[in-house]
Each structure stands twice: as C-alpha cells, then as structure tokens.
C-alpha cells in the first residue's frame, strides 16, 4: 500500500497519519471523539454536573481538550443553502436541547489509553450512579475523526 495524495492537504503514510504538505507547514495531528446528543431541559443541570465531573477525569486521564456545549443558534441563516440543523440529526423534542460535546487527544491511540485509564475508573462503574443517566443514550450520536486540518492561533 502506498502513499495517498490529498490535493493541498499533504498526504496520509502507511500507518494512516497526516503529514505536512511543506515544510514550513506546522501540522499538528489530533484525534477527537465528538457527541451530539439531546438532553431534557429539565435535567440540564444535572448534565451539566455529570459533564463537569467526566471533563475533569478526562483531562486527569490525559485528554488535551474536553468541551460541552449547550445549542444556542439551533436555526443558522446559510443564506438559501439547504442543512440539516443539530435538532434535526438529535431529533430534539420541544422540551430538550442539543448538547455538542468532544474530547482532543495526541491521536487514535492515544485516545484509547486515555478512554481505557476512564473506563476504569470506579466512578464509571454503573453500580456507582446514584440515579440514572441525564439523557437518553440510545438518542446519543458519537464517533472518532482523526484530523486532516487543524489550526491553532
């Protein structure tokens, strides 16, 4: 298998990483696990403590980012061009709002240290919840992207 050109992107090695396209370019790969998913209002804040508390293990764990965030232009004006909205891909209720959230890691690998380091923690341990999850898991979209641009100022 050989190298794969990206026209103006640089290109892919063998064992899937982004390189450079020049050498003056400073390209640093990240790897992200993203989530959209919709949360009832009324137990939003409850999210937002269970959210809290999973962005600092994360990061204890060696995540380089954590971020959720709250919709709050759900109807964006593209000016004609046809999308699909956040609501619409987390078929949100009237009474619920859409939650984006993801985690930054050094790369797929790393991301799996680090979700593995999470996953054992005995504050992960469903036995250990006092009460049920803020959101309905089945409704939550979820997915690793590995980087083919990435700007930092």
């Not at 959230?101 to 923690?121: C, I, T, Y």
Request: hydrophobic share 35%; with cysteine.
């Amino acid at each position: 298998m050989g190298l794969v050109r990206l026209k103006y992107l640089g290109k892919t090695g063998l064992n899937g990483t982004f390189m450079p396209c020049c050498p003056l370019c400073v390209c640093m790969e990240r790897y992200v696990d993203g989530f959209v998913l919709p949360v009832p209002n009324e137990k939003l804040d409850t999210y937002r403590e269970m959210a809290a508390e999973g962005g600092k293990m994360w990061i204890e764990h060696g995540a380089l980012e954590y971020f959720e965030g709250i919709g709050d232009d759900m109807e964006p004006d593209m000016d004609g061009m046809p999308i699909q909205t956040f609501p619409q891909l987390a078929e949100t209720r009237d009474d619920e709002s859409v939650v984006f959230a993801f985690v930054v890691f050094e790369s797929r690998e790393h991301r799996d240290e680090v979700n593995a380091k999470v996953m054992d923690n005995p504050a992960m341990d469903p036995d250990s919840f006092d009460e049920e999850m803020p959101f309905d898991s089945e409704r939550m979209a979820y997915g690793g992207f590995r980087s083919i641009v990435s700007r930092e100022n």
